[in-house]
């Protein structure tokens, strides 16, 4: 269908004055005694364009008007009658592509967002939602641009897998077999189904990344990971984008500063790509995002060790619901107190005990800590977690005993230190939550198209 997409419409002025069409969405419309207009969108940009009809030239304009209702007009583009800066079309014809009956869900009101959840088939079609999915498109480009600048090889890693990377048991099964009574052990079940023995989502790619690194040097994944926690809260998904470097010949703050630099990036690009979502974040969801975004990206993050991270915990005299303790897991309290009181601004977290971590970390000579960070941002938490990897065979299979793992399913993952083990590095960035973080959307379940929660696929 020949149109013209909004987005020009709005950015080239050699426009201005000659006939042309446009496709959308009725989103508002008024009608009085010899005029209507229609601000419609078409998707392609956050703000609406004035439709402007002369009653006198066209007949029944009913239907032209009804919420929701798409359409195809072809007029003349002129400057705005009210708005100098802004342009509207005179419309010559009008097509209704698909009618819209009056029950339509998405009426003039203001919806809460708790609502929108319910009908997640439309509520793409609301500003809030226009804006969130365009950043979301941004970040994802700015995230690729970022790597394959730097000589990152893109790598897909499986989805279906046998192992588990963070060792949390928090994975959905694959198999193709149902309901079954047939069988006496767990061991006769997993021998029977489509691969022979038990097979997982994955909950990282960050082992078969870590495969690729040692033949690629750098790498990124950027694709979708499944974790099965029951952690009903504004950050958790079943189902999220993950983004996972893995850099041979790097150490905890080699990774750093790619993660630092990584973040400041993304936020770079979407300043510069999407002026007008950001003002309207600013607007409505969160006052003084601009300038916070803008201060992240002009200076440097704080770094800062999980012990003086417990002291400063300890002394802040603050009452948390869960205990502050060392050797006990940060909870997401703690970690907001921590960037947004103590902090002030994006913080690395490093040098966990070891226990409260991930089998592969690099062990800290102190024999107690890792050489593991997390990105803890304000207004959000974690999202980024990141690691030395151990690199030294007899340590890491000392790990994986410690925690009774099984050696023979890891085996391809520990040959990588028999044959030419480097020292690496790596991290997972939660997408959704870096969306948050740059949006303002404070629950998880408004930065993705469909949110998988606990009890909820709908
Ligand atoms: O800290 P996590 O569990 O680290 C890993 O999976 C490592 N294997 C990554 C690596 O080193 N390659 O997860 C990394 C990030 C978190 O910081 C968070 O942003 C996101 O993934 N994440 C989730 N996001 C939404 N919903 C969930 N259930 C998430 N679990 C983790």
């Known amino acids: 269908m020949k149109h013209t997409d909004i987005v020009d419409v709005f950015s080239d002025p050699a426009l201005i004055g000659t006939e042309l069409t446009v496709c959308g969405w009725v989103r508002t419309s008024r009608d009085s005694k010899t005029m209507a207009f229609i601000e419609l969108n078409d998707g392609t940009t956050l703000p609406h364009l004035q439709i402007v009809i002369d009653k006198a030239n066209f007949g029944e304009i009913a239907d032209f008007l009804r919420l929701g209702t798409s359409l195809k007009v072809t007029g003349t583009l002129v400057t705005s009658a009210v708005a100098a800066d802004s342009v509207e079309i005179n419309a010559a014809e009008i097509a209704v592509l698909g009618e819209c009956p009056p029950e339509y869900p998405l009426q003039k009101k203001r919806h809460t967002l708790e609502y929108l959840r319910t009908i997640p088939h439309l509520r793409v079609r609301t500003n809030t939602f226009n804006a969130v999915f365009r950043v979301r498109s941004v970040v994802s480009a700015a995230i690729h641009e970022f790597f394959q600048a730097r000589h990152f090889v893109y790598v897909h890693t499986p989805l279906i897998t046998a192992s588990d990377c963070e060792g949390a048991g928090e994975m959905f099964n694959v198999t193709t077999i149902g309901y079954s009574n047939q069988y006496q052990s767990e061991e006769e079940y997993y021998a029977d189904d489509f691969f022979g023995r038990r097979a997982s989502l994955s909950v990282s790619g960050q082992l078969e990344g870590e495969v690729a ?56 690009s979407v300043l510069e790509k999407c002026p007008e979502e950001m003002k309207f974040f600013d607007a409505r969801f969160e006052k003084g995002l601009i300038e916070k975004l803008e201060a992240v990206v002009s200076h440097d993050f704080a770094v800062m060790t999980y012990t003086e991270a417990i002291e400063k915990l300890k002394q802040s005299g603050e009452q948390f619901q869960y205990p502050v303790e060392w050797g006990a897991d940060l909870m997401t309290e703690h970690e907001r107190y921590i960037s947004e009181v103590i902090c002030k601004k994006p913080v690395f977290l490093t040098d966990y005990p070891k226990e409260i971590k991930s089998f592969y970390m690099k062990q800290n000579p102190d024999g107690k800590t890792v050489a593991a960070t997390d990105l803890l941002v ?22 994986m005993k410690a925690r009774n793992m099984s050696i023979e399913e890891y085996e391809y993952y520990i040959a990588l230190r028999r044959f030419g083990s480097v020292p690496h590095s790596g991290f997972g960035l939660g997408l959704e939550r870096m969306i948050m973080y740059v949006t303002g959307m404070s629950n998880i379940r408004d930065v993705i198209l469909y949110p998988r929660t606990v009890g909820n696929i709908s």
Do not use: Q
Not at 248 to 267: N, Q, R, S, T, V
Not at 389 to 394: C, G, N, P, T
């Open 213 to 268: 690194a040692m033949a690629f040097g750098k790498i990124y994944t950027f694709g979708p990971s499944f974790r099965a926690e029951k952690s009903n809260t504004p950050r958790h998904v079943a189902e999220f984008w993950h983004v996972e470097p893995e850099v041979a010949f790097a150490e905890l703050p080699d990774i750093i500063e790619i993660a630092e630099a990584l973040i400041k990036h993304i936020i770079r």
């Open 378 to 399: 304000p207004g959000v938490g974690e999202i980024i977690g990141c690691s030395e990897r151990e690199a030294d065979l007899e340590k890491l299979l000392d790990a």
